[in-house]
């Protein structure tokens, strides 16, 4: 009994959370994005290693790989999320990445969440897939 009403609340609790509302002011746009490839490909070497990244061509305005711990990795596109600024966003601290044209600041270990006062759009990440040593970057 215990454990039936313990499962009832997780799944009140985790459907009452979840929400696709999107900020009237925030970018959707949904390009698709494909990207396949290796760890062991020379241009990843910084990106083996738990902390490590690399820059990659791809997305909207370029692509940011992150190594969470080893074995998990995220990838967020390095648009500025208000759509204000030309320039990519910098990663910077080895925490958060940097919109140049604003000065806003989104987590990488909180799905791109803004940092900054005053901001509510998040980075846009993209779905990261590892088999092996194998990466496959995503958007569907």
Avoid at 24 to 53: K, M, S, V, Y
Avoid at 104 to 133: I, M, W
């Amino acid at each position: 009994m215990i454990k039936n009403v313990f499962i009832l609340i997780c799944i009140i609790f985790l459907t009452s959370c979840s929400s696709n509302d999107v900020p009237e002011n925030c970018l959707r746009t949904d390009l698709p994005l494909n990207i396949t490839t290796d760890l062991n490909n020379p241009q990843l070497i910084n990106a083996q290693t738990p902390g490590g990244f690399v820059d990659l061509v791809g997305g909207i305005n370029g692509v940011l790989l992150f190594n969470k711990n080893g074995n998990d990795f995220v990838a967020f596109d390095k648009l500025c999320p208000q759509n204000d600024c030309d320039a990519p966003m910098t990663f910077e601290k080895g925490l958060v990445l940097t919109c140049a044209c604003d000065n806003s600041e989104y987590s990488v270990h909180f799905g791109g969440a803004p940092q900054t006062d005053g901001f509510e759009c998040a980075a846009r990440e993209y779905r990261v897939l590892k088999n092996g040593s194998s990466i496959r970057i995503t958007n569907f």
